[in-house]
């Protein structure tokens, strides 16, 4: 069984930072890609952010040259450093992962529960 749980979400005015953290735990072999996707009351959810095992990332381009998304694979976990945040950033911030839990297994799609990003004007 493979748990996320992320950590990190708040309330911050426009022009503020947050930092995001999603740790993986359980059983687990390995971890191909981890990411971000946020859900705005009465919007679809969409994908902020995603980096694979080698560090190479993308994100959308509302978030591009303000949000950074890392990782630490030793950890098991991925960060979403936000910067300059903008009312229109606020939502609920969901972290993914894709995860093989043991060599025999084939990947599959882990989400968190969710964690509540604010932001006043």
């Known amino acids: 069984q493979v748990q996320l749980v992320e950590s990190g979400g708040g309330l911050v005015q426009a022009g503020g930072s947050l930092r995001l953290s999603c740790a993986a735990s359980?059983?687990?072999?390995?971890?191909?890609?981890m990411g971000w996707y946020r859900q705005a009351q009465g919007k679809q959810r969409e994908l902020v952010a995603y980096i694979d095992s080698g560090g190479i990332s993308d994100y959308v381009d509302s978030v591009k040259g303000r949000f950074t998304i890392s990782r630490d694979n030793a950890m098991n976990t991925v960060y979403l450093q936000m910067n300059s945040l903008k009312p229109e950033d606020t939502a609920a911030y969901y972290c993914?992962?894709?995860?093989?839990?043991?060599?025999?297994?084939?990947?599959?799609?882990?989400w968190g529960k969710g964690t509540l990003v604010t932001v006043s004007p």
């Open positions: 993914y992962a894709d995860v093989r839990a043991t060599l025999d297994m084939r990947f599959m799609d882990y």
């Open positions: 359980g059983t687990i072999f390995g971890i191909k890609i």
